[in-house]
């Protein structure tokens, strides 16, 4: 069965760090990218950042770029996106997402993982 | 970076309506563009992908069209499992974008 399997729900303090973890299965892990997009408590979608696990290294968005890490395992098939000096504003359900790279991409989701950031 | 401008963010409609919701780049883009729908509390689920192709599994009373810088998903004969939040979002050009969704609600 094609699917990514994410880690648990986290709670963090302001300042702190979060790992996620994406564990692929069903498909050739490196065959494709993963996608990480979150989503805050009543808002829309937010593109992150992209692994290649195949190795060409990660990309991310702009607004993330001094705070987020990815980085992928292909023994253990799995994804990690860490992000750091959390605030209260990273409080989102964090998704990770497969990708072709074609036309096609963006088809298999995570189930997501609930970050939440509080003193 | 492009923009993908969603219209409308919330609307009302009936059972059995048809429903149209447009997305606009703010710059040309390919066919790479896809549709989601997100009930309360679940995970995106991909209906339509590369603008007018139907994911495996999906009603045919949901399509796709466009290109350039519009795009639309269209629902025709709404069901009650329909109402939910759209969101549109081209993987074109990097960094990819989401439309800001649009909400669809019971009339």
């Known amino acids: 069965q094609v699917q990514l399997v994410q880690s648990g729900t986290e709670v963090k303090k302001p300042g702190a760090s979060v790992k996620i973890t994406c564990k692929s299965s069903?498909?050739?892990?490196?065959?494709?990218?993963i996608h990480w997009v979150r989503q805050a408590p009543g808002q829309g979608l937010e593109w992150m950042g992209i692994?290649?696990?195949?190795?060409?290294?990660?990309s991310h968005a702009q607004k993330f770029r001094d705070r987020v890490t990815m980085t992928g395992d292909s023994s253990s098939r799995t994804v990690y996106m860490e992000l750091n000096s959390l605030r209260s504003e990273d409080t989102a359900v964090y998704y990770c997402?497969?990708?072709?790279?074609?036309?096609?991409?963006?088809?298999?989701w995570g189930q997501g993982t609930m970050v939440t950031v509080s003193s | 970076d492009i923009q993908m401008t969603q219209s409308p963010s919330a609307m009302s409609a009936s059972v059995g309506d048809r429903v149209t919701i447009t997305c606009r780049a703010s710059?040309?883009?390919?066919?790479?563009l896809a549709w989601f729908q997100q009930k309360p509390g679940k995970v995106p689920k991909r209906l339509i992908y590369?603008?007018?192709s139907l994911q495996s599994g999906v009603p045919s009373r949901f399509s796709g069209s466009g290109s350039g810088t519009e795009f639309t998903l269209t629902i025709n004969s709404l069901q009650p499992e329909d109402f939910a939040t759209y969101y549109c979002?081209?993987?074109?050009?990097?960094?990819?974008?989401f439309g800001q969704g649009t909400k669809l609600e019971i009339k």
């Open positions: 710059q040309g883009i390919s066919n790479y």
């Open positions: 590369a603008t007018s």
């Open positions: 069903g498909f050739i892990f490196t065959d494709y990218y």
């Open positions: 692994n290649d696990p195949g190795g060409e290294g990660t």
């Open positions: 997402v497969r990708d072709s790279g074609g036309s096609d991409g963006f088809d298999i």
């Open positions: 979002l081209q993987h074109d050009t990097y960094p990819p974008s």
